[in-house]
């Protein structure tokens, strides 16, 4: 069998990008599996959910917005710290920049290297690289929960932690009144999971449980389609589940009999391939995915810090 190419570099074919009114001042821009992003309206400024790879990529995604919305972006959420959705900030010239404190920590510490590392797997999304003024910064972080009164009668933005999962410091934007949740990477719909940063076993249990019990009408993951109506959203979140859980049991077996690397690769590979194996990023994620769970089988606490030359190692070993 010939060699893959590396990650997602021969995924060159631009994806179409479709803004969805969710309800009165709600927007989401999903992608074909693409990073998802969003906006909520306040009564006078916007909240924008995610900022894109780049400046250049972020300023296509406001040009839509402004179609439906001139007023301000005042709050920058940004769900976690991975580049292909934090390196866009500038280009919202957003008065605050929101995280969770340890996504503040995870950009100083790794993040130079995640830029790095995610701009060589996905080349497509880093749309006009050089855009990009340098690392994303915080202006404010919090721990376990705050909230933005959007004024009027529009209810309040809840922005709330929940455990580690997809990374440390994921947070999830919801909204109570519309009954709206923007879940970040915590959830995939129809999209295959990087979980190369992840705590799976977190994820799989307190996490999600917390994720769910919002029992959102609405829900907007960190990629594929917006999921609509409680059926739907439970999907999601389940199907997320499950592709942790199958992970964690198949890569399980092999450590604990004193297997290879590789061998939990291909059992973990033979286990979801039918199931998610047609969904964006399967292939590309499932080498770093495997390798982040089997550390955390050896007791490796934290994520090792992935760069470009890590990258292509374990691509190769795994992949090659
Ligand atoms: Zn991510």
């Known amino acids: 069998m010939a060699a893959k ?26 992608a074909e599996g693409d990073p998802n992003v969003g906006a909520i309206e306040g009564e006078d400024f916007v909240v924008a959910f995610e900022a894109l790879a780049t400046p250049t990529a972020a300023r296509e995604w406001l040009a839509k917005l402004r179609e439906h ?12 710290y991975h580049a292909v959705r934090v390196l866009g900030a500038s280009a919202f010239d957003a008065t ?34 050089d855009s990009v003024p340098g690392l994303t910064w915080p202006t404010q972080t919090f721990a376990d929960r705050t909230t933005i009164d959007l004024g009027g009668d529009r ?36 999209a295959a999971l990087y979980t190369g940063d992840a705590f799976h076993k977190d994820w799989a249990g307190a996490t999600l449980d917390r ?12 990629r594929g389609a917006v999921s609509r109506g409680r059926e739907e959203v ?5 199907q997320t589940r499950d592709f942790l859980k199958v992970m964690i049991r198949e890569v399980g077996a092999v450590h604990e009999r004193g297997g290879t690397l590789k061998e939990a690769f291909e059992n973990t590979h033979a286990a979801l391939v039918d199931g998610y194996g047609h969904w964006p990023i399967f292939e590309h994620c499932l080498p770093f995915d495997v390798s982040r769970l089997w550390d955390e089988f050896s007791g ?6 992935w760069t470009a030359e890590r ?10």
Do not use: N
Not at 311 to 320: A, F, H, K, N, T
């Open 234 to 238: 439970d999907a999601a979140i389940e």
């Open 155 to 190: 209810g309040e933005l809840v922005l709330e932690y929940f455990g580690r999962g997809h990374t440390e410091g994921d947070i999830v934007a919801w909204l109570p009144k519309q009954r709206i949740l923007f879940a970040g990477d915590l959830v995939e719909a129809q």
């Open 96 to 129: 605050v920049i929101l995280t969770h404190e340890k996504t503040h920590e995870l950009i100083r510490e790794r993040g130079e290297q995640d830029w790095a590392s995610e701009f060589g797997r996905m080349p497509r999304l880093a749309k006009d690289a």
């Open 300 to 305: 490796i606490e934290r994520p090792v810090i």
């Open 5 to 30: 190419p590396f990650a997602s570099s021969a995924d060159t074919d631009a994806k179409e990008q479709t803004l969805e009114v969710l309800a009165d001042g709600v927007y989401a821009l999903t």
């Open 211 to 222: 994720v769910k019990a919002l029992q959102a009408e609405m829900l907007v993951g960190g």
């Open 69 to 80: 919305t001139d007023k301000p972006v005042r709050y920058l959420v940004l769900s976690h």
């Open 311 to 320: 990258d292509r190692e374990v691509w190769d070993l795994l992949q090659g």
